[in-house]
């Protein structure tokens, strides 16, 4: 696998493993960031082959589940670009609405399981 391929790792709340091995054993070069702001910034000069982010719900965003809805609309413009979003299952309901207005990523539960991760990213 190219070495060069990246993937940007959208890290707000955390609480999960750290992938970052894993995200590397299967040839991504990895960036961090912390907020969906962070990431939108890092899309607008980049391309990444992956990008892997947490839904974070958040409920004073008037028109939007949280700023991950943003980062997806972005990614509208990369179709080449693998997404994976990782959800906490007592936020499924709210987590259904964004799944409502985006379906191009796939959608993990929380715990991870790194198998159901690493074929997502493969």
């Known amino acids: ?5 990246q993937l940007l790792m959208i890290v707000e709340l955390g609480g999960y493993p750290d992938f970052t091995p894993l995200y590397r054993s299967l040839g991504y070069g990895v960036e ?7 990431a939108i910034s890092y899309l607008k000069s980049h391309r990444p ?4 982010a947490e839904f974070n719900y958040i409920p004073d965003f008037r028109d939007r589940t949280g700023w991950l809805e943003s980062v997806l609309a972005t990614l509208q ?7 994976v979003v990782f959800y906490q299952p007592a936020e499924q309901e709210q987590f259904n609405r964004l799944c409502q207005r985006f379906s191009h990523f796939t959608a993990l539960p929380q715990p991870i399981d790194a198998a159901a991760l690493e074929a997502a990213l493969r």
Not at 33 to 38: D, L, M, P, Q
């Open 1 to 5: 696998m190219s070495e060069n391929r």
């Open 77 to 83: 413009q990369m179709p080449e670009t693998r997404m």
């Open 32 to 38: 961090v960031v912390t907020s969906g702001r962070k």
């Open 49 to 52: 082959a992956a990008v892997v």
